[in-house]
């Protein structure tokens, strides 16, 4: 299992729009499709808010070729629309987290 991590640092100008967007478009439209699942939105502590503030939103996938199938089938278009839509008011990068069994020796 894996996580896919989605970092946005969001504009002052568009926060309550982009979690609008986020809450109700983005991520219940990632989690239908069935390869991403257990869909969280986390905010980042101690961003400057004078600046924006930056927010974490996560996935639980399976492994990367199913990462990899969404990224084709759905997530390059909703990434183009996100950007489509806020431009450069957020800027964000990924990452894919492994996870670890720590109660397992």
């Given at each position: 299992?894996?996580?896919y991590n989605i970092t946005f640092h969001v504009d002052k100008e568009v926060l309550a729009d982009y979690l609008a967007y986020m809450k109700n478009e983005f991520i219940p439209r990632a989690?239908?499709?069935g390869f991403?699942?257990?869909p969280c939105l986390r905010k980042v502590m101690y961003t400057p808010e004078e600046e924006g503030a930056s927010y974490a939103v996560q996935f639980h996938v399976k492994?990367?070729?199913?990462?990899?199938?969404w990224l084709e089938q759905e997530g390059k278009n909703m990434h183009a629309e996100l950007t489509g839509k806020f431009g450069n008011k957020i800027?964000?990068?990924t990452t894919l987290l492994e996870e670890i069994?720590?109660?397992q020796e």
């Open positions: 299992m894996i996580v989690a239908s499709c991403l699942n257990r492994n990367v070729e199913t990462l990899n199938l800027a964000g990068f069994d720590w109660e």
